[in-house]
């Protein structure tokens, strides 16, 4: 037998023995989105390159170009018990923008968005799988919907997850878990047609050897760090949230009804709590609650969509130290477009999060969606917003107190140029109430609004 008659044979043999092993599916996905802020005249409000969260009665007109694409592949067996996904990103890089977005293109801009494996336990005739890695969590949209790392057990209505946000060894003179933030999430979904209803809670806590906790300059307003469970300093804190969301409809004589609904009631402490390098230190209690519902109607082409919702906010004036404002761990709201996500370029925005610092949030919202054609769909919506507490604040000579945020307008079109193309471009107009003198500039604080907010943005996204 020749040489390579051997060779052709052995290799022969390990495809045939490999060949049950190598059984697979394989995917590839891709979000492909270029970003347009084609037009604002307070790009200080959006955060730009500074973080910050400012009006300028003289304004600061903007725009920019930028890019947000999402790569993903998926690899599975043949019967799905086993699946592997890994995703990366090119987050928010805005043309010109140096480490990736100016000449050459040179910058080391990516990141990991998505790393886990998703296995069926064997004999299990019904789904029982676990989610190890880096994945998408959702507990409630309100509460905490973005990747985490941890454990996930999941069911078809039914989960339980050991999440870990925060990770130190333990150092001499420490304690187990000294360091980490941790969290023990459990839900569960109910569907009886037309009912959807789920239950849910979330425990996370942190802990230290330090004598206190350093929450000097944190500053509860600003977009980082602020009022939210990712960026509170470190130290001993603990919060546990309980929720019921679901949703209902049925058709009518008028089309079709639907009620969405979200109740959220959290409570915990920040312990050791200090604003003066430890001199003096104190126990706060934390608690809170949100609610919000949508109440709609679907008629042909057509949806109006009524929005209400309330996120409890800290009375400033109380003499209590104690905190009474909701809190969210990670999130990313879009109800508005001027005071969230609802921008398209989405990395430059005012406040991910459903409120203002730990004045809450008081929002009603009425919107119009129609479906022109299949490949497109326009909308205006209507916006009040208050603060659920008053923001305070001095120039100096008065102290200021109010709450209304504004009236906001908002309009969107967009059009599928193809399946998996979208175009889509939006506008926000905010005539600003009292409260966001808060925001101006020194010279311009009176107790009364100067400034009124626009924007438009758009985007080309590609999608596969």
Do not use: C
């Not at 043309?95 to 790393?115: I, K, P």
């Not at 104190?282 to 008629?299: T, V, W």
């Amino acid at each position: 037998m020749s040489k390579n008659l051997k060779i052709l044979l052995v290799v022969a043999l390990a495809l045939t023995v490999a060949a049950p092993a190598m059984a697979a599916k394989f995917a590839f996905h891709g979000d492909m989105d270029n970003r347009f802020n084609l037009y604002t005249n307070q790009i200080g409000w959006f955060g730009g390159d500074s973080g910050s969260q400012v009006l300028d009665d003289d304004g600061r007109n903007d725009t920019f170009g930028e890019i947000k694409y999402r790569l993903w592949t998926e690899m599975a067996t043949d019967d799905g018990s086993i699946k592997g996904v890994y995703g990366i990103e090119v987050g928010g890089v805005k043309f010109g923008q140096s480490g990736g977005g100016s000449f050459s293109g040179d910058g080391v801009n990516l990141e990991t968005r998505w790393a886990y494996t998703d296995f069926q336990l064997p004999g299990v005739d019904s789904k029982a799988r676990f989610q190890i890695g880096l994945f998408t969590n959702t507990v409630n949209k309100w509460f905490w919907s973005e990747t985490a790392m941890g454990v996930k057990f999941y069911t078809d209505n039914w989960y339980l997850a050991w999440l870990r946000g925060g990770q130190n060894f333990t150092g001499s003179g420490e304690d187990w878990g000294d360091g980490d933030i941790d969290s023990l999430n459990a839900r569960y979904d109910l569907k009886v047609e037309p009912v959807k209803v789920g239950f849910f809670l979330s425990y996370l806590w942190s802990k230290t050897s330090d004598d206190f906790a350093d929450y000097a300059g944190f500053n509860p307003f600003a977009k980082a760090p602020g009022w939210e469970v990712k960026v509170l300093p470190a130290g001993d804190w603990n919060i546990l949230a309980l929720g019921i969301d679901g949703g209902w409809s049925t058709a009518t004589n008028f089309g079709k009804a639907f009620i969405n609904w979200d109740g959220i009631y959290e409570f915990g402490s920040l312990d050791n709590f200090s604003e003066d390098g430890g001199v003096t230190t104190e126990d706060i209690d934390q608690k809170g609650y949100l609610l919000h519902a949508d109440l709609g109607l679907n008629f042909g082409k057509a949806t109006v969509t009524y929005t209400v919702l309330y996120a409890s906010g800290h009375d400033l004036s109380s003499s209590s130290n104690d905190i009474d404002a909701f809190i969210s761990v990670d999130v990313d709201a879009n109800y508005s477009i001027i005071f969230n996500e609802g921008v398209y370029t989405n990395d430059t925005y005012f406040s991910e999060r459903p409120y203002v610092g730990i004045s809450g949030m008081f929002l009603n919202k009425l919107a119009l969606d129609y479906a022109a054609t299949k490949k497109t769909k326009l909308g205006i919506a209507g916006l009040y917003l208050m603060t659920a507490e008053d923001l305070e604040w001095t120039d100096g000579a008065s102290d200021f107190s109010e709450s209304a945020l504004g009236i906001e307008i908002d309009a969107y079109v967009t059009h599928k140029l193809y399946d998996n193309l979208e175009l889509a471009l939006n506008f926000g107009y905010l005539v600003s109430g009292d409260a966001m003198d808060f925001f101006e500039t020194s010279a311009t604080q009176d107790g009364s609004a100067d400034v009124n907010i626009w924007t438009s943005t758009a985007h080309v996204r590609y999608s596969f």
